[in-house]
């Protein structure tokens, strides 16, 4: 049971990968990754990705239907709490006064958090008002495409 567990388990993690990939976010697997992507010059989105419900039925939706906006994010990027744990905890020593939470997003300027949209501003609402929360937070901080 144990075993076909973690293969279900995997497949799970896998799917939820190459749902913010086909979404166009980048994976950051290593803390090395997370120090280039967050450096970067621009404003990044970072989603802190999981395996739990309110991630594939909320967050993942959200970050994929957000970005087709006016205004977006410079670069997307993407850690996953709970399996890439040191590119987690590297992503979120950039995140200081906020508690770790996953799923969230945390928008990025030059390096530095502007704001973040955490777990319990995702789980038990609908993709839609997170799409609003983000693309809000996008006419705040972001460029025109």
């Known amino acids: 049971m144990s075993m076909d567990f973690n293969i279900f388990m995997n ?3 896998q799917r939820a990968r190459e749902e913010m990939e086909q979404a166009g976010y980048e994976q950051l697997r290593t803390p090395e990754d ?20 309110c991630a594939g ?5 959200a970050a994929a239907h957000a970005i ?11 850690v996953f709490a709970g ?14 006064d906020y508690p ?13 958090v502007c704001t973040m949209v955490e777990r319990h501003e995702i789980e038990g609402h609908d993709p839609m008002s997170v799409v609003n929360k ?11 495409v």
Request: glycine share 6%; aromatic share 10%.
């Open 134 to 144: 983000l693309q809000s937070y996008f006419d705040q901080y972001c460029d025109e």
């Open 34 to 53: 997370v120090e280039k992507a967050l450096g970067r010059k621009g404003t990044t989105l970072v989603m802190i990705n999981s395996v739990c419900g």
């Open 57 to 61: 039925g909320v967050a993942r939706p």
């Open 68 to 78: 087709h906006y006016d205004k977006r994010p410079d670069h997307l990027v993407t």
């Open 11 to 13: 497949d799970v993690v």
């Open 100 to 112: 770790p939470s996953s799923p969230s997003f945390a928008l990025l300027k030059d390096g530095k």
């Open 83 to 96: 399996q890439d744990k040191e590119a987690t905890a590297k992503a979120r020593s950039y995140f200081t």
